[in-house]
């Protein structure tokens, strides 16, 4: 497309005001992205938040940490609510569910029939 590679100055100065004045800092502690086999954590991240036409983007900069699911490098992806479930329904703790989900491959039938003894 010609005339693509030139910008008016002015027109350049108007658009980073507008990209300033989209821009916001968060205040974030932390930063988590879950995705279905691990967690890419950022901890103490400088995060922006930019509205571009109606479109909500994040910026986030630091040092990213991947980590498992349940806290462990390459560990199975537990939900919390598979925990909740086979913790109510064997009558146990929460960390004696997760573990046997996680020896049961995060299935929640047979951790809570492991765990009830059957």
């Given at each position: 497309?010609?005339?693509?590679g030139r910008?008016?100055p002015?027109?350049?100065?108007?658009?980073?005001?507008?990209?300033?004045?989209s821009?916001e800092e968060?205040?974030?502690?932390?930063?988590?992205?879950?995705?279905?086999?691990?967690e890419?954590y950022?901890?103490?991240p400088a995060v922006?938040?930019?509205?571009?036409?109606g479109?909500?983007?994040?910026?986030?900069?630091?040092e990213?940490?991947?980590?498992?699911?349940?806290g462990?490098?390459?560990?199975?992806?537990?939900?919390?609510?598979?925990?909740?479930?086979?913790?109510?329904q064997?009558?146990?703790?929460?960390d004696?569910?997760?573990?046997?989900?996680?020896?049961?491959?995060?299935?929640?039938?047979?951790?809570?029939?492991?765990?009830?003894?059957g």
């Amino acid at each position: 497309m010609p005339g693509m590679g030139r910008m008016n100055p002015r027109m350049m100065k108007k658009l980073q005001k507008q990209l300033q004045n989209s821009t916001e800092e968060i205040d974030a502690t932390e930063v988590i992205i879950r995705t279905k086999d691990k967690e890419i954590y950022f901890s103490n991240p400088a995060v922006s938040a930019m509205n571009m036409m109606g479109q909500q983007s994040y910026q986030i900069v630091g040092e990213p940490q991947e980590r498992g699911l349940s806290g462990e490098d390459n560990a199975p992806s537990i939900p919390n609510e598979d925990i909740e479930l086979v913790a109510s329904q064997a009558g146990v703790s929460p960390d004696k569910a997760r573990k046997a989900l996680e020896e049961c491959g995060g299935e929640p039938a047979e951790a809570i029939i492991k765990l009830m003894g059957g």
